[in-house]
């Protein structure tokens, strides 16, 4: 773990950036990671914000310095399209789709139907979805429709984004961890 004061690196984070919260719990463990949540870094202005779709509050902008004072050592920073490997990937309109989910649902039904999928006799018997079907997303699923919507890449191949979890983002090659951010 790379921690970094949040107040020396704020400079270096950029529009798009991923922030996985890190915490064990059911979402972690089911996805066999760390992280438990996804969202995405935007600078309006001179502010940056955190952008998210979040249990209880469906999609939302908070500032990132408020939620690092809150979560010390528990969001860790993602670099996205690290030496810039895919040219066609848009951060700009990334960003802007992310923003999009600002007031939106959060995607119980959705998380639900990827959690189905780590039972072992159902996993057994259904495959993962590869195509992608209009629903109320959760963090990860917002996250990765940004990318591959907005910004024209899929970050985690032969998956549907409403099956991607924060442990598939964490293990993408699109992104490349960075820092844990301290207060």
Same mark, same amino acid.
């Not at 902008?61 to 920073?77: E, K």
């Not at 649902?105 to 993962?128: E, F, K, Q, T």
């Not at 990860?140 to 940004?146: D, G």
């Given at each position: 773990?790379?921690?970094? #004061?949040?107040?020396?690196?704020?400079? %270096?984070?950029?529009?798009?950036?991923?922030? @996985?919260?890190? #915490?064990?719990?059911?979402?972690?463990?089911? =996805?066999?990671?760390?992280?438990?949540?996804?969202?995405?870094?935007?600078? &309006?202005?001179?502010?940056?914000? %955190?952008? !998210?779709? %979040?249990?209880?509050?469906? =999609?939302?902008?908070?500032?990132?310095?408020?939620?690092?004072?809150?979560?010390?050592?528990?969001?860790?920073?993602?670099?996205?399209?690290?030496?810039?490997?895919?040219?066609? /990937?848009?951060?700009?309109?990334?960003?802007?789709?992310?923003? @999009? /989910?600002?007031?939106?649902? /959060?995607?119980?039904?959705?998380?639900?139907?990827?959690?189905?999928?780590? @039972?072992?006799?159902? #996993?057994? &018997?259904?495959?993962? !979805?590869? !195509?992608?079907?209009?629903?109320?997303?959760?963090?990860?699923?917002?996250?990765?429709?940004?990318? #591959?919507?907005?910004?024209?890449?899929?970050?985690?191949?032969? @998956?549907?984004?409403? %099956?991607? !979890?924060?442990?598939?983002?964490?293990?993408?090659?699109?992104?490349? /961890?960075?820092?844990?951010?301290?207060?």
């Amino acid at each position: 773990m790379n921690t970094a #004061r949040y107040s020396e690196i704020r400079p %270096l984070i950029r529009d798009g950036d991923l922030l @996985l919260f890190r #915490r064990r719990g059911w979402i972690a463990a089911a =996805g066999r990671g760390w992280h438990s949540h996804a969202a995405k870094a935007a600078w &309006w202005g001179k502010d940056l914000f %955190l952008l !998210e779709v %979040l249990q209880f509050a469906g =999609g939302r902008a908070v500032r990132l310095s408020t939620q690092v004072r809150q979560w010390p050592g528990r969001y860790d920073l993602y670099t996205v399209n690290p030496s810039c490997r895919w040219p066609m /990937y848009d951060r700009a309109e990334a960003t802007r789709y992310m923003k @999009l /989910y600002c007031g939106c649902d /959060y995607g119980y039904w959705s998380l639900a139907m990827a959690a189905l999928l780590h @039972l072992p006799v159902v #996993r057994r &018997w259904i495959n993962p !979805e590869k !195509e992608d079907r209009e629903r109320p997303p959760f963090c990860s699923h917002a996250c990765a429709m940004a990318d #591959r919507v907005g910004g024209g890449v899929d970050p985690v191949k032969h @998956l549907a984004d409403r %099956l991607t !979890e924060p442990a598939d983002l964490a293990r993408s090659p699109f992104y490349r /961890y960075r820092f844990t951010l301290v207060p």
